[in-house]
């Protein structure tokens, strides 16, 4: 079985770290594809709960067909998600990623272990609008000022403080530039 390039490094960071949600499996997809630059394909847009590409849900619908991943139900709070996880077969189907693609999927694994779907949901969300704000020039190529304020008008459920701390730790772990 051949899974192509983006299965594959869902099923490899599955295997690493087994359990992650959809969104926790979209939010690390999109940072690989943002933050370290591997090329997924993918073209993002902000969604519900951040930045979201059909192709990958599709990806992770079709793994789950396939039975080459394996999910399960859970309710936290007031939140039902999904722990992912790959089936004997997509161990067997999973091949070895490049160094670069290892590397750069261990790295955004480090960062979103342990995070919530929320939290998760608001790191992608400033990574977003900071990229847009530099690729279209606006507002002095960005900064934490205008990115902050654009992500608390579109996510009015974070606070300015939420916003502005998320934003000085992917500053400082050079996850924006």
């Known amino acids: 079985m051949n899974l192509g390039n983006r299965k594959n490094i869902i099923v490899n960071m599955l295997q690493k770290n087994p359990g992650m949600g959809k969104t926790a499996v979209m939010k690390a997809m999109f940072m ?3 933050v370290k630059g591997i090329s997924l394909g993918c073209d993002f847009s902000i969604y519900t709960y951040g930045p979201y590409a059909a ?3 599709e990806d992770i619908d ?3 067909s396939e039975g080459v991943l394996s999910s399960e139900i859970y309710q936290s709070h007031n939140y039902i998600g999904y722990k992912l996880k790959t089936t004997d077969k997509g161990s067997k ?3 070895g990623l490049k160094n670069k693609e290892t590397q750069a999927m261990e790295n955004i694994l480090d960062f979103v272990r342990g995070k919530t ?4 949901e608001l790191y992608a969300t400033v990574i977003y609008i900071d990229n847009l704000y530099l690729k279209n020039g606006w507002s002095g190529n960005g900064g934490a000022e205008p ?3 654009k992500v608390h008008e579109i996510k009015p459920h974070f606070t300015g403080d939420q916003i502005k701390d998320a934003y000085s730790q992917l500053k400082e772990m050079k996850y924006l530039q």
């Open 55 to 57: 192709e990958i849900m």
């Open 117 to 120: 779907a929320k939290e998760l």
């Open 62 to 64: 079709e793994l789950l």
């Open 32 to 34: 690989l594809q943002q």
């Open 93 to 95: 189907a999973a091949v």
């Open 147 to 149: 990115v902050v304020k």
